[in-house]
T-cell receptor, first 116, second 117 residues
Framework: AQTVTQSQPEMSVQEAETVTLSCTYD???????LFWYKQPPSRQMILVIR??????QNATENRFSVNFQKAAKSFSLKISDSQLGDAAMYFC?????????????FGKGTKLSVIP | GAVVSQHPSWVICKSGTSVKIECRSL??????MFWYRQFPKQSLMLMAT?????????EQGVEKDKFLINHASLTLSTLTVTSAHPEDSSFYIC?????????????FGPGTRLTVL
């Protein structure tokens, strides 16, 4: 079974500053994918960024980047130049491809507040 | 691209009635869709995996007869909450797996808020 741990229930960041959200995971799979999803107050889950475990290069999407440390099983999300619209719940997730269905295992989430 | 719709966005029903929620992938075909339930201030809880043309796979503790799932086409999955009771009130979210051959990704619908009176 996979587990995903987000140790920061809440975080805050000043607008235009940088913040890093932590995520650790545990899996017995050799091939897996990692994701960060954002859930704003509308509750629509939005894909932020994704990473293939076999790729050493950290994924980047505009102001969002990850620090993927495979040996440490760590997958943190860095948000640069934070904007008010970044305020949301952020969920880290890992796939379970063992059954071929690519089920996602989610962490409990980190609530990010952006201070104007 | 990779848009998933969900209908209705909210529904209020009386105890004992059935409610159907539709999940559609609008611009891609999805052989696999997922249904989640989310309680306030909590993470998503997977209820079942829906595969086109076959029976859904339910997670442990989820009643198959209460939560009927039908994945009749590559773009549509439905969740029917049968004989709904107040404890079934929740936020239900579907997702569709976009099959790209590598790093298949789940895209989520906007969710349905169910209130059972």
């Amino acid at each position: 079974a996979q587990t995903v741990t987000q140790s920061q229930p809440e975080m805050s960041v000043q607008e235009a500053e940088t913040v890093t959200l932590s995520c650790t995971y545990d899996t017995s799979e050799s091939d897996y994918y990692l994701f960060w999803y954002k859930q704003p107050p509308s509750r629509q889950m939005i894909l932020v960024i994704r990473q293939e475990a076999y790729k050493q290069q950290n994924a980047t999407e505009n102001r969002f980047s990850v620090n993927f440390q495979k040996a440490a099983k760590s997958f943190s999300l860095k948000i640069s130049d934070s904007q008010l619209g970044d305020a949301a719940m952020y969920f880290c997730a890992c796939t379970n491809s063992g059954a071929g269905s690519y089920q996602l295992t989610f962490g409990k989430g980190t609530k990010l507040s952006v201070i104007p | 691209g990779a848009v998933v719709s969900q209908h209705p966005s909210w529904v209020i029903c009386k105890s004992g009635t059935s409610v159907k929620i539709e999940c559609r992938s609008l611009d891609f075909q999805a052989t696999t869709m997922f249904w989640y339930r989310q309680f306030p201030k909590q993470s998503l809880m997977l209820m079942a995996t829906s595969n086109e043309g076959s029976k859904a796979t339910y997670e442990q503790g989820v009643e198959k007869d209460k939560f009927l799932i039908n994945h009749a086409s590559l773009t549509l999955s439905t969740l029917t909450v049968t004989s709904a009771h107040p404890e079934d009130s929740s936020f239900y979210i579907c997702s569709a797996k976009h099959d790209t051959g590598r790093m298949d990704t789940q895209y989520f619908g906007p969710g349905t808020r169910l209130t059972v009176l």
